[in-house]
């Protein structure tokens, strides 16, 4: 098999191409990145070496680079997850989410729609790696399913929504063989700091104030990413055609809490004084159209293909601050270059 990953420099996209790297050494591991901020090649040093893996810098925007690459190599199935992925970014530049997130997403299902009707073709999947944020808003009851109705609100949601909806009618019109997925909030190592938990994490290191959105109540449901890559391989090989699947830990939190703990590990780690963290905390002007709620109920995964979560919160979020004050140079990589601007002009806001 040839499978083409997406994105596989990105947080998410790393632990995925690890994963399918080390487990199926029969398969080819292409990489597709355009190595934009968030793609970083120094996610995958362990792995660059190794002979079923192979490294492609590009655009999915560009559907002449594209239908090229596909023609070239006849990819066996795309595992899709490149995509522009922050909610604060796309209301500062809502464009260019539509380009990556629709566009780009157009383009890989045009070129495998002409793969798929070949003569005698082997193309075998189209997995689109989408996010529980198209399903909108929870109040204080009930979780996401399914079968829940679309409400994006935000254009980073709106952008995947609309990806959603094009592989969807892909399936249904070309028959082209897709599965979808919706998972909740990852954390874990890889993470770019401009997210919650690492930012925190770094500002915790460097005494810097923690940016709390609001009053802090919003509630995300947290997934250790080696569980969410692990639910990816599951479903790759075994969901049926045209199926969706949620996946989620079942671990809601209100991010004041999260910063809380993140705070009192972190106080151990670092030998402060105990609450010593937790004054760094301040609250700042929450984001606009601001989800309250989301919770995942990921029966079906967990009840048809037998995944579960690996990982207590507690105990996934000290390893990942153990991997972060493990991996400094990593962090400083990140944090510097032109992500320093973005990164500096988010503390002169504040
Ligand atoms: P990320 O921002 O860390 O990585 C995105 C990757 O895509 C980067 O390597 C980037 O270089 C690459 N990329 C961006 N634009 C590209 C383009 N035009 N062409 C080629 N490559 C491009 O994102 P992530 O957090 O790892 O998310 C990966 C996927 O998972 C996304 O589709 C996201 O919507 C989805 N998702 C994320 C989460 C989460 O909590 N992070 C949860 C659910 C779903
Ligand atoms: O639910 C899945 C989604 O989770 C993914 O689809 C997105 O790609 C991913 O970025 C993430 O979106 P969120 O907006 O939930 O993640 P973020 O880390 O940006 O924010 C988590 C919560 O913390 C959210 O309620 C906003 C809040 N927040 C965030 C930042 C960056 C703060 O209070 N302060 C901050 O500085």
């Given at each position: 098999?040839?499978?083409?990953?997406?994105?596989?420099?990105?947080?998410i996209?790393?632990?995925?191409?690890?994963?399918?790297?080390?487990?199926?050494?029969?398969?080819?591991?292409?990489?597709?990145?355009?190595?934009?901020?968030?793609?970083?090649?120094?996610?995958?040093?362990?792995?660059?070496?190794?002979?079923?893996?192979?490294?492609?810098?590009?655009?999915?925007?560009?559907?002449?680079?594209?239908?090229?690459?596909?023609?070239?190599?006849?990819?066996?199935?795309?595992?899709h997850l490149?995509a522009?992925?922050?909610?604060?970014?796309?209301?500062?530049?809502?464009?260019?989410?539509?380009?990556?997130?629709?566009?780009?997403?157009?383009?890989?299902?045009?070129?495998?729609?002409?793969?798929?009707?070949?003569?005698?073709?082997?193309?075998?999947?189209?997995y689109h790696v989408s996010t529980d944020e198209v399903y909108g808003?929870?109040?204080?009851?009930?979780m996401f399913t399914e079968t829940t109705a679309y409400d994006p609100?935000?254009?980073?949601s709106?952008?995947k929504a609309?990806s959603d909806h094009?592989v969807r009618?892909?399936?249904?019109?070309?028959?082209?063989?897709c599965v979808i997925s919706n998972c909740s909030n990852n954390?874990?190592?890889?993470?770019?700091?401009?997210?919650?938990?690492?930012?925190?994490?770094?500002?915790?290191?460097?005494?810097?104030?923690?940016?709390?959105?609001?009053?802090?109540?919003?509630?995300?449901d947290?997934l250790?990413?080696?569980?969410h890559?692990?639910a990816i391989?599951?479903i790759?090989?075994?969901a049926?055609?045209?199926s969706t699947y949620n996946i989620g830990g079942?671990?809601?939190?209100?991010?004041?809490?999260?910063?809380?703990?993140?705070?009192?590990?972190?106080?151990?780690?670092?030998?402060?004084?105990?609450?010593?963290?937790?004054?760094?905390?301040?609250?700042?002007?929450?984001?606009?159209?601001?989800?309250?709620?989301y919770a995942i109920d990921s029966?079906k995964l967990?009840?048809?293909?037998?995944?579960?979560?690996?990982?207590?919160?507690?105990?996934?979020?000290?390893?990942?601050?153990?991997?972060?004050?493990?991996?400094?140079?990593?962090?400083?990589?990140?944090?510097?270059?032109?992500?320093?601007?973005?990164?500096?002009?988010?503390?002169?806001?504040?």
């Amino acid at each position: 098999m040839k499978i083409l990953i997406t994105g596989g420099a990105g947080f998410i996209g790393s632990h995925v191409v690890r994963l399918f790297v080390n487990k199926y050494p029969d398969y080819t591991i292409y990489n597709l990145d355009k190595l934009t901020y968030a793609g970083n090649l120094e996610n995958l040093r362990d792995i660059e070496n190794k002979p079923n893996y192979k490294f492609v810098k590009g655009d999915i925007v560009d559907a002449g680079f594209i239908n090229e690459l596909f023609a070239k190599e006849q990819f066996n199935a795309v595992i899709h997850l490149a995509a522009e992925s922050h909610v604060d970014r796309s209301i500062t530049n809502p464009l260019e989410f539509v380009y990556t997130n629709v566009i780009g997403t157009v383009n890989l299902l045009n070129a495998a729609k002409t793969l798929f009707k070949q003569e005698g073709s082997s193309f075998k999947r189209f997995y689109h790696v989408s996010t529980d944020e198209v399903y909108g808003s929870l109040g204080d009851e009930g979780m996401f399913t399914e079968t829940t109705a679309y409400d994006p609100h935000s254009p980073y949601s709106a952008s995947k929504a609309s990806s959603d909806h094009f592989v969807r009618a892909y399936h249904d019109t070309y028959k082209l063989p897709c599965v979808i997925s919706n998972c909740s909030n990852n954390y874990g190592p890889y993470h770019f700091p401009e997210k919650l938990i690492p930012l925190c994490i770094n500002n915790i290191k460097h005494n810097r104030s923690l940016p709390i959105y609001g009053k802090g109540e919003n509630v995300r449901d947290w997934l250790f990413v080696e569980d969410h890559a692990r639910a990816i391989d599951v479903i790759f090989h075994k969901a049926k055609e045209g199926s969706t699947y949620n996946i989620g830990g079942h671990n809601e939190w209100k991010n004041i809490d999260v910063i809380r703990l993140l705070c009192r590990i972190m106080d151990k780690k670092l030998n402060r004084e105990p609450g010593c963290n937790e004054k760094l905390i301040t609250f700042v002007t929450d984001r606009a159209g601001h989800d309250l709620r989301y919770a995942i109920d990921s029966t079906k995964l967990q009840n048809e293909l037998g995944w579960k979560p690996s990982l207590q919160f507690e105990e996934g979020l000290e390893k990942t601050v153990d991997w972060y004050l493990a991996n400094e140079t990593w962090l400083e990589n990140v944090t510097s270059g032109s992500y320093a601007h973005y990164y500096e002009d988010q503390y002169a806001r504040r």
